[in-house]
């Protein structure tokens, strides 16, 4: 167990609909990565939030959005939904930036019919 | 921005040696490496900073070459529990780390 928890494990839903991932990093961790991973094409970073400011961001299209809140959990929205969006979501937290191990959440795997 | 990683898979039999690789076209700070098992988290092996340092367990290590913008993870004796898919990331001091695709590796018995 990583410390880190993500809900729901599992989100099915069609296409022009929004959703909200949610993650909760470890006990004391203050940045928070968020990951989609799709088939053969890797983690692909989305965004990163450090002590709820948003520290770097990544290939995340406009219609997602996502902010860490003070009590450091962090929420991804996918808005507009289209069936290219199903893939898995991975939020992953550290202790400070930079060059930290990450430590990633189980992912919520979305689906879009 | 992505690192490269090679192979993209690899099939080995119980106690073979295995290498991955990984590049950069920008310079680095770190390299990291995870491996992900099908269905799981990625789950972290190792950090490697500017230094050229080769770190890691008996079976497991890799190395980093700042220069040549590269690391290689080398798997030595492999188990049955190596099994799964190694990334590969890079990042800067205070930067986002930014992974690879992924380099398959399956176990034969």
């Known amino acids: 167990d990583s410390g880190v928890t993500q809900t729901p494990k599992h989100l099915i839903t069609a296409t022009g609909q929004r959703v909200t991932l949610r993650c909760s990093p470890r006990?004391?961790?203050?940045?928070v990565y968020w990951y989609q991973q799709s088939l053969d094409q890797g983690l692909q970073f989305l965004i990163q939030?450090?002590?709820?400011?948003?520290?770097a961001k990544g290939n995340i299209l406009e219609r997602f959005s996502a902010q860490q809140f003070p009590d450091l959990h962090s929420e991804l929205n996918l808005s507009s939904l289209e069936l290219g969006d199903s893939a898995l979501y991975f939020c992953a937290s550290s202790s400070h930036i930079g060059s930290e191990k990450l430590f990633f959440g189980s992912g919520t795997q979305l689906s879009v019919l | 921005q992505q690192p490269v990683q090679s192979p993209q898979a690899v099939i080995l039999r119980e106690g073979e040696d295995a290498v991955i690789n990984c590049s950069s076209s920008?310079?680095?700070?770190?390299v990291h490496w995870y491996r992900q098992k099908h269905g799981e988290a990625p789950v972290f092996l190792m950090i490697l900073l500017k230094g050229g340092e080769q770190k890691g367990h008996e079976k497991i290590s890799a190395s980093f070459n700042e220069k040549k913008q590269q690391s290689s993870l080398y798997l030595t004796a492999s188990q049955l529990s190596y099994s799964g898919t190694y990334f590969c990331?890079?990042?800067?001091?205070?930067?986002?780390?930014?992974f690879g695709k992924g380099t398959r590796l399956h176990i034969l018995p």
């Open positions: 006990s004391g961790d203050l940045s």
């Open positions: 939030y450090y002590n709820g400011e948003e520290r």
């Open positions: 920008k310079a680095l700070y770190s």
């Open positions: 990331g890079t990042g800067n001091r205070d930067d986002k780390i930014i």
